[in-house]
């Protein structure tokens, strides 16, 4: 946008269809749909998501990637335009200082090359434009912004609130890129409560709904749909030329040229066209191409009821996605300093009536008493879930170009090498202890085997591509050799929280936060980018996503890689101004 903005003439390739909000959105309930919202047998295997939403995340089969023996890693993924942002969770925190400096406070892996200073213009110019509803509260580890009013808390939102008073805990309204009230040209959010399946009205963010249109405006902007990159070609003075991709459904090979080529294809994709593009990686003089690659730490959390809201009547709560969060308590400084791991966590709480009450099927008894007790539980449901935990870089963690296995186009596709170490496993634990202290100050009852089919329907229950389905989970595992995603996962994934009762530890990895392998570097001996996420070898080369991150920090990363991009856009006008 900020590029069309400028005057540049920009050509958009996008691997996946054209979006229509007010065409492709709609308000379904699920005795509509054919499937009940289940999905035709084996749809749901090859595409993820749900019958409602289906369309806007991925298909698995022309688009697979393998992980390595006895792995497991379930990568969330969007192949249409607008990516993610049609569908994310829209929680919209800034990293705070201490994140970025994380390595010089207790000698773990690298600093960031930039600080909260460098980023905080870009940050309220981003908030300023995609509209972020919270409350400025203060607090050193969760910088405020430029922030539109908050929604109400519910009511189990403020029982939450007033538990974590009661332990002596900060809490905020979850931060969230939803409209509160007209802005920029986009309506207020009306709470419906489709989020997770494209918001018809654009109330909330997304590129198709905010940047994309201002850009078309200027006429500066072409978007090619259905074009997936498959390289980035060079010329002779170490430059690059443009790339080439393949139209979707012709096959046919096109070349384009560019002066400025700039990969914005997710942190994993961008990966990938890097290694495509030349033996051994483009611009991978640091060894570091690939490497280093993190999620958050995910998994865990409690799911019940809240007694005191037991038979009350029916409310909107599934409309309105908001929760509370509790921001990191711990490594913020001498006191709050831990002896047994390093970095932070954030929870997230709320509660609520959903549109299915999935927890029903493992409530037991029959007849009318059940039924009673279905309908006095319904508006009840609450639980506390992890936003973000931090994990550790590390080496060993990396992608590479899968010698066997190839997508649609024959272009081969990512093996990825993913474990967790120590530190983010007692990390979680922590996070485990904290999130039953909350739960058990609010009063809450849990209850055991909730879980299974656990709360993905709550509201707030972000993470979750469906809020009404038991089963309507991310992607599926990570592929076995060569074939197709393994279905989708069942119970929430880590933002949908918890799978129920004091839950079982999730595997950890469910990835919708995937940063890292191509992380930005002072140096260039040490990493790939620079701190305007430009490759350090080639001048004319950017990557936008999370590709960029050293570390992950506690929060969600997505506002931070538009702050990243914005500034990376501002570097290349003043590098096109002076001809480089
Ligand atoms: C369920 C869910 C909930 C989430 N909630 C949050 C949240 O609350 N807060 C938060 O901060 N983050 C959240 N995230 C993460 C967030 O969605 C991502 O960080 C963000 O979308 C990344 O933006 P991106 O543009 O880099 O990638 P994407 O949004 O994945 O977009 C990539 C685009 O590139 C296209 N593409 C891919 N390969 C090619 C190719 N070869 N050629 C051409 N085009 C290509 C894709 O089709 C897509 O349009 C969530 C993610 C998921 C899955
Ligand atoms: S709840 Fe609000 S943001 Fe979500 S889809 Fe409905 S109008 Fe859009």
Redesign the pocket.
Known sequence: MALSQAGMKVLMLEAGSPIKPARD?HHTFLYQLDYRGRGKPGLLRRYSGSERNYRIMIDNEENPYTTSPGTVYRWGRSRCLGGRSLHWA?ASDRMADYEFKAASRDGYGMDWAISYADIKPYYDRVERFIGVSAAAEGLPQFPDGVFLPVMPLNCAEAIFTAACKDLGWPSTHRRLA??TQMHNNRPP???????V????????FSTVSATLPVALKTGNLEVRTDSVVARVRMNSENRAQGVTYIERYTMKTVDVDAKYVILAASTLENTRLMLLSAKGGLANGSGTLGHYMMDQVGGGGVSGFLPKLKGGPSRLDD???AGITVPNLVNIDKKTARKDFIRGYVMNATGGQSEFPSFAAGLPGYGSAWKNEVKSRYVAQARVWIAGGEMLARKENFVELDPEVKDHWGIPVLKIHFTHCDNDRKLLAHFQEKAEELFKRAGGETMAGMGHHGPVGFPGAPGSPDKSLPDAGLPGEGVRRGTAASGPSRGASKEGGPRGGVSRKDTLGSSIHEVGTARMSANPQEGMLNSFCRTHEIPNLYVFGGNAFPSTGDKHPTLTMMALAARGCDHLLEQAKAKT
């Open positions: 959105f829209r939803q409209l959010c009306h709470y419906c409560g489709n989020c399946n494209g918001c018809d009205v654009g109330a909330m409309g309105k996605s």
